[in-house]
T-cell receptor
Framework: DAGVTQSPTHLIKTRGQQVTLRCSPK?????VSWYQQALGQGPQFIFQ???????QRGNFPDRFSGHQFPNYSSELNVNALLLGDSALYLC?????????FGSGTQLSVL | AQKITQTQPGMFVQEKEAVTLDCTYD???????LFWYKQPSSGEMIFLIY??????QNATEGRYSLNFQKARKSANLVISASQLGDSAMYFC?????????????FGSGTRLQVQP
């Protein structure tokens, strides 16, 4: 049984560009959440998707948007990249109370 | 809003000994869940253990146990018989149980180093 998978593992972009990160949830999980983890800090909640709808959103600007597909996989899009967007982006899937995370996408903005 | 506090930025433990990582939380809501995750240098956030606020027994998962003291609002992680592979960052996290507030709030983490 595959766990949560994320792609790509690493990404380098320049300021002003746009980026799309992808996540496939653990089998049987219908809810996907995205988190941003800056170096040396705990993860910060971006948003959560359930039944293809954004169910909850954290304190992130509209430049951060997402999508969930009928197969429960999800994308995180970030527009107009800033240097401060450099971070590890973690996807988590859940069915019930427990959340399981992927290995993350390390985004570097130059 | 909930808050998670981990007061130990770093901890050292000898191999085969037990270690306790501290976590306190602050909420007035009665329905919540508490989590511990391990994050090795590879970056993956590995689920260790979960405790619901209404659970009567302390949660255990193999060598991991959660010392849940509801009145003191603490949820300490106990790792028995430490192994070298336990060296990593450990995060305590909490979320509410109602469907509209499912975001996890994390503490700042504790870096555990297991010495041979």
């Amino acid at each position: 049984d595959a766990g949560v998978t994320q792609s790509p593992t690493h990404l380098i972009k320049t300021r002003g560009q746009q980026v799309t990160l992808r996540c496939s949830p653990k089998s049987g999980h219908d809810t996907v959440s995205w988190y941003q983890q800056a170096l040396g800090q705990g993860p910060q909640f971006i948003f959560q998707y359930y039944e293809e709808e954004e169910r909850q959103r954290g304190n992130f600007p509209d430049r951060f948007s997402g999508h969930q597909f009928p197969n429960y996989s999800s994308e995180l899009n970030v527009n107009a990249l800033l240097l401060g967007d450099s971070a590890l982006y973690l996807c988590a899937s859940s069915y019930g109370e427990k959340l399981f995370f992927g290995s993350g996408t390390q985004l570097s903005v130059l | 809003a909930q808050k998670i506090t981990q007061t130990q930025p770093g901890m050292f433990v000898q191999e085969k000994e037990a270690v306790t990582l501290d976590c306190t939380y602050d909420t007035s809501d009665p329905s919540y869940g508490l989590f511990w995750y391990k994050q090795p240098s590879s970056g993956e956030m590995i689920f260790l253990i979960y405790q619901g606020s209404y659970d009567q027994q302390n949660a255990t998962e193999g060598r991991y146990s959660l010392n849940f003291q509801k009145a003191r609002k603490s949820a300490n992680l106990v790792i028995s018989a430490s192994q070298l592979g336990d060296s990593a960052m450990y995060f305590c996290a909490m979320r509410f149980l109602d469907t509209g507030r499912r975001a996890l709030t994390f503490g700042s983490g504790t870096r555990l180093q297991v010495q041979p």
